[in-house]
């Protein structure tokens, strides 16, 4: 009986081809996957500083004669700008946080004059 040779596997080639689109394809799911979280993280960061610019607002709405300020905390540089608004008898309160990761978060509102 003659010896048949079969083919049994694959070749240095086709195996040389199959890790480098594999290679691509881990790089191309690595970076998205990297991207995703940094964006996870700026807008955890980016809520921080929306939710400070709240408080900074909602304690000073509640002070009779609110003061204006600026202080800088752990990294975070916040302010409170009061000035009388548009609408007689009532003060505009301008809050803002600033951060080197997320950049700037305003916020505004009214309250009635002392």
Aim: zero cysteines; aromatic letters at 6%; glycine letters at 8%.
């Amino acid at each position: 009986m003659a010896e048949q040779r079969g083919e049994a596997g694959f070749t240095l080639v086709e195996t040389l081809v199959a890790f480098t689109l594999l290679a691509i394809v881990l790089v191309v799911v690595y970076r998205g996957f990297g991207q995703g979280v940094a964006t996870e993280a700026r807008a955890t960061h980016q809520i921080e500083a929306l939710a400070r610019a709240e408080a900074i607002l909602a304690a000073a709405s509640t002070q009779a004669a609110p003061a204006p300020f600026e202080r800088r905390t752990n990294g975070w540089q916040e302010s409170l700008e009061v000035s009388p608004a548009r609408t007689p008898g009532m003060l505009r309160l301008d809050a803002e946080v600033v951060s080197g990761s997320t950049g700037t978060v305003q916020l505004t509102t009214l309250v009635p004059a002392p």
